[in-house]
């Protein structure tokens, strides 16, 4: 059996055309393969901005100097508890590495980003089918929110809200 030594990292600027990689594997894997559309240029600007503060950010797991894990993620603030948090937008471990531990340490790395800066929530959404990870999450003591509904407005629904073409 081979040993592995994984690593968690906040990602670089170089890591990103392994992060999209990774983008669209987690695609394929949610039954959407054809939906990315995001560019590596998208994840430069939001990640490493040349000017500004990053919109998002990544960490990603490394085995063997390869970029096989990541958590993208960004803040968000609750008014009822005054604080920001983060939302976990994807979290992702390539197939050969999913029991070596890197998606609960991708998570715990989150965790304690959370607890160090007083943040109060860390958040995130998974499909109802994706049983594995619903498993994996209630084992390390994430409880579902069924009381709420997810609600989106996007495509030309957005851009006729919004006053455009």
Known sequence: MTTVDPRIRKARPEDVP??????????????????????EDDFTQALFPAEGVPTAYAHVGEVDGQVVAMALWFLTFSTWTGKPGIHLEDLYVAPAFRTHGLGKALLLELARICAKRGY??????????????????????????????????????????GGGA
């Open 18 to 39: 392994a992060i999209l990689r990774l983008v669209r594997e987690l695609a394929a894997y949610e039954r959407e393969p054809d939906a990315v559309e995001a560019c």
């Open 120 to 161: 109060r929530r860390l958040e995130w959404w998974v499909l109802t089918w994706n049983t594995p990870s619903i498993e994996f999450y209630e084992a390390i003591g994430a409880r579902a929110m069924d009381e709420w509904i997810d609600y989106r407005i996007d495509g030309q629904t957005l851009i006729r809200l």
